[in-house]
């Protein structure tokens, strides 16, 4: 399976600022996926980010607040917008394919907004 | 949206013994996925299943796919300190190139030595 890294690994911001999140993986994937965590909670798929073209949100998530972006296959980008408290959580970077339906995780980036 | 019934939602066991939780949907299912989250981590994938009846090993830990499709088990056996954790069962009812993952709310296993 491919080495995702994502930085940064934690952060602790203010209410109001944005946070960008990078993704990189060590080989060129097709489908890139950003999730998030909410403490004590399952995963949530936020959006697929797509190469090329705008990423593809799931209801209850926009692109104003989680503007993604792909510019090649190993690399995707996650900015939380106009941060809350709500928005502390764990943001998950996978890669995988619809064709298995496994994905692959990064070690995640944990953020806390005061 | 949809979610997946997984239970127990917490286990406390003393090592060595064995382990077993299970995952059910209100729909059949075509693929089945079990994860592992240590802390601070993102989730590994463990086993994956495809097949209705397919039962998998992976070291000490086995799935297996509901023959109703609509159910999945997993099961550790002779549990040891590293295998605290939390548990994700995930699953998907489409098929093909479709197979947008739904998740399980999860298993916190905590393993007393």
């Known amino acids: 399976s491919a080495v995702i890294s994502q930085k940064p690994s934690r952060d602790i911001c203010q209410r109001g600022t944005s946070l960008t999140i990078q993704c990189q993986v060590d080989?060129?994937?097709?489908?890139m996926f950003w999730y998030r965590q909410q403490p004590g909670q399952s995963l949530t798929l936020i959006a697929t980010?797509?190469?090329?073209?705008?990423?593809?949100?799931e209801s209850g998530f926009v692109i104003d607040k989680f503007p993604i972006s792909r510019p090649n296959l190993t690399f995707s980008t996650l900015t939380v917008s106009n941060m809350s408290p709500e928005d502390s959580s764990i943001y998950l970077c996978?890669?995988?394919?619809?064709?298995?339906?496994?994905?692959?995780f990064g070690e995640g980036s944990r953020l806390t907004v005061l | 949206g949809q979610q997946l019934n997984q239970s127990p939602q917490s286990m406390f066991i003393q090592e060595g013994e064995d382990v077993s939780m299970n995952c059910t949907s209100s729909?059949?299912?075509?693929?089945w996925l079990w994860y592992k989250q240590d802390p601070g981590e993102g989730p590994v994938l463990l086993i994956a299943?495809?097949?209705a009846g397919e039962l998998t090993s992976n070291g000490r830990l086995t799935a297996q796919f509901g023959i109703t499709r609509k159910d999945s088990f997993l099961n550790i056996s002779a549990s040891i300190p590293s295998d605290v954790g939390i548990y994700f069962c995930?699953?998907?009812?489409?098929?093909?190139?479709?197979?947008?993952?739904?998740w399980g709310l999860g298993t916190s296993l905590a393993v007393n030595p």
């Open positions: 299943l495809y097949k």
């Open positions: 996978s890669v995988g394919t619809y064709t298995t339906g496994e994905l692959f």
């Open positions: 729909s059949i299912f075509n693929t």
């Open positions: 995930a699953g998907s009812p489409n098929a093909g190139n479709n197979r947008k993952l739904i």
């Open positions: 080989s060129q994937v097709t489908m």
């Open positions: 980010a797509n190469q090329g073209s705008e990423a593809t949100y």
